[in-house]
């Protein structure tokens, strides 16, 4: 797991502009801390940060493979978790491997298939590969959009890294927004269209694609995506069929040279692979540590609300011991959680979700005091269809993503000029639509059928993204790679055509997943409710946060006062709203302190 840069320019001569390569990838140092390495040529410069897992000693990158007078060379993030199959069936090809590492295996993937090496490849990736014999720069990211990719065109230049500011620190790009990003951020934020960078000329590499780019122009090729067919499994061969997935894909993403550890929140999707990771990890007679959050007070301040039924601690504890972990239970107040509360928007170059970005990074920090690698139950509710939104009419029938549905004012707090500017109404109904533009829908689905699986498709390619990349940066951020088996695409294939009532047998969310981990879990354990990821109710927090915003109010050099109606922010932040308080307040205070500051610290430039 790494950090990548690069650049590319047909015109001009880069191999003494090693400088500014190493500006753009010292900018990611965070997420590869073990090792650097730079490639220089007269049409390519690709720059990598390390984060050593898999093969220390063979696994430096860029790789560079010699082919004649030519070179291909590769600048890789992620793990492939098939690289093993893989290298065996290259090597039946007459491939001849120097290292154990998968970045090789990688490497020679394409060096066979070229651009179709991409659906081959089991694993979460990002890369950018120089092909001095095709004089072309092909960029690839996984199935899913586990792992981020970005890239500009700036004049005869592209240029490409894992986040954001990679690309700033270029100094031929601009920090500029136009209307289109603001909408980004205020219309839709802080979840963000596929593709679309919020920085002016800046994108993303959507999952499941690759583009090619050479000195005529380039090419976007989609090389995986869902496709709908009827599921023609009982209730019992599905539920075999998940369990055996699973327990497939938690024994390949084991596959590690460093300390692997698991997160445990006590809910089904942890615990589940907590416990299958766990008896792998006693086959080899060694004990799996495992982490969880809380926070001071928790027990006393705990408040039941939609998202959240019941405290996750007493639950962890069942788990831990029930499987035989070694347990960290990890604690934070509100003091610390204040402190750090602009370091996930350092990370995303873009505003997020405040404390609950905040403490999955304080988490990790301390997980990376003992480990490198941990397995993650994100993205099962996605997959599975585990919302309350999957099952109410009024989500179902919303013309707007259902989880912007509730949030409507936060076009309340915009200045009447801002409201002119990005129209943000209308702008998510225009992104609505075209993500249900591509919903592949069944022919002979019925009504409700028909929005099931449109719900679906909102939350796997809109939603997904934004909680991949919010634990991308945030476990990156101190050089700590987290995995999530729930995103392996050939699960998620399978699932994509399982009917919403086998998903939710027996009248519980995620029920035919309950089912699976039938005699892995404790009944007790299996059946409890959906309870999302913990955050702090200490009134502390608000407090400090309301407080942080009235200091911005009152500074007339604040960046975000002419974007905002100040009378109406103010009243939040003095407890006075009659529309926006407790846990919404929080949110949307967490939320515009960061525009601020990103505003501020990124010089941005309001076109």
């Not at 965070?30 to 049409?43: L, Q, T, V, W």
């Not at 997160?263 to 589940?272: K, N, R, Y």
């Not at 409710?529 to 007339?556: C, E, F, W």
Request: net charge negative; hydrophobic share 35%.
């Amino acid at each position: 797991m790494c950090g990548i840069a690069g650049w590319v320019n047909w015109q001009e001569n880069l191999s003494e502009q090693k400088e500014i390569l190493k500006k753009m990838t010292d900018s990611i140092i965070h997420r590869g801390p073990d090792a650097d390495g730079y490639f220089m040529s007269d049409k390519a410069a690709l720059g990598h940060r390390r984060l050593i897992v898999i093969d220390p000693d063979g696994g430096q990158q860029p790789m560079l493979y010699h082919k004649s007078s030519y070179t291909i060379a590769l600048t890789y993030n992620g793990e492939l978790y098939n690289y093993q199959e893989l290298r065996k069936e290259l090597e039946e090809k007459g491939h001849i491997f120097s290292t154990a590492s998968d970045t090789e295996v990688l490497l020679h993937s394409y060096l066979e298939w070229q651009e179709d090496c991409l659906s081959r490849l089991n694993g979460i990736f990002a890369f950018g590969i120089w092909d001095e014999e095709k004089d072309q720069l092909l960029l690839g990211r996984d199935h899913l959009g586990v792992k981020p990719l970005f890239y500009t065109q700036v004049g005869d230049s592209i240029v490409f890294g894992s986040e954001i500011k990679v690309l700033l620190s270029h100094p031929e790009v601009e920090t500029k927004v136009n209307a289109e990003g603001l909408a980004e951020i205020f219309a839709l934020g802080p979840m963000r269209t596929p593709g679309n960078g919020v920085f002016k000329n800046i994108k993303e590499v959507r999952a499941g694609h690759c583009i090619t780019f050479n000195s005529d122009g380039s090419k976007n090729q989609r090389y995986w995506q869902l496709e709908s067919k009827l599921h023609n499994d009982d209730v019992k061969q599905t539920e075999e069929k998940i369990r055996n997935l699973l327990r497939d894909t938690v024994h390949k993403q084991l596959v590690s040279d460093v300390p692997l550890v698991s997160m445990l929140s006590g809910g089904l999707d942890s615990s589940g692979l907590t416990a299958l990771a766990g008896t792998e990890y006693k086959k080899e007679g060694k004990t799996l540590h495992t982490y969880s959050i809380d926070f001071v007070n928790n027990d006393k301040d705990f408040e039941e609300d939609f998202l959240r039924r019941d405290l996750d601690e007493p639950w962890v504890k069942k788990v831990a011991e029930y499987v035989g972990t070694d347990h960290h239970s990890i604690v934070f107040g509100a003091d610390k959680l204040i402190e750090n509360l602009l370091v996930p928007m350092r990370a995303r170059d873009l505003p997020g979700v405040g404390e609950l970005e905040t403490s999955l990074y304080l988490l990790f920090t301390e997980m990376k005091k003992e480990a490198t690698v941990a397995l993650s139950g994100e993205s099962a509710d996605e997959v599975f269809s585990g919302y309350p939104w999957f099952h109410q009419e009024e989500f179902l029938d919303a013309d707007v993503f259902p989880w912007l549905l509730n949030l409507g004012y936060l076009t309340n707090i915009l200045s009447p000029e801002m409201k002119q500017k990005i129209k943000p109404e209308e702008y998510r109904r225009k992104r609505f639509q075209e993500a249900l533009d591509e919903v592949p829908f069944l022919e002979g689905e019925t009504g409700m059928q028909r929005k099931q699986r449109q719900m679906s498709y909102m939350f796997i390619t809109r939603f997904l993204p934004f909680m991949l990349d919010r634990k991308d940066r945030a476990s990156m951020m101190t050089g700590f790679e987290v995995r999530v088996p729930f995103c392996d695409y050939r699960l998620v294939e399978y699932l994509w055509n399982v009917p919403y009532e086998v998903k939710s047998i027996d009248n519980i969310e995620k029920g035919i997943l309950r089912r699976a981990f039938g005699g892995i879990l404790p009944d007790d354990v299996r059946n409890r409710r959906k309870s999302a990821y913990p955050s702090t109710k200490d009134q502390a927090y608000l407090n400090g946060i309301s407080n942080l915003m009235l200091h911005v109010l009152d500074d007339p050099e604040s960046p975000i006062l002419p974007l905002i109606d100040r009378a109406e922010v103010r009243l939040v932040a003095e407890g006075k709203s009659e529309q926006i308080t407790g846990t919404a307040a929080r949110g949307l205070l967490d939320y515009l302190l960061q525009i601020n500051a990103w505003l501020k610290e990124y010089h941005i430039v309001i076109e």
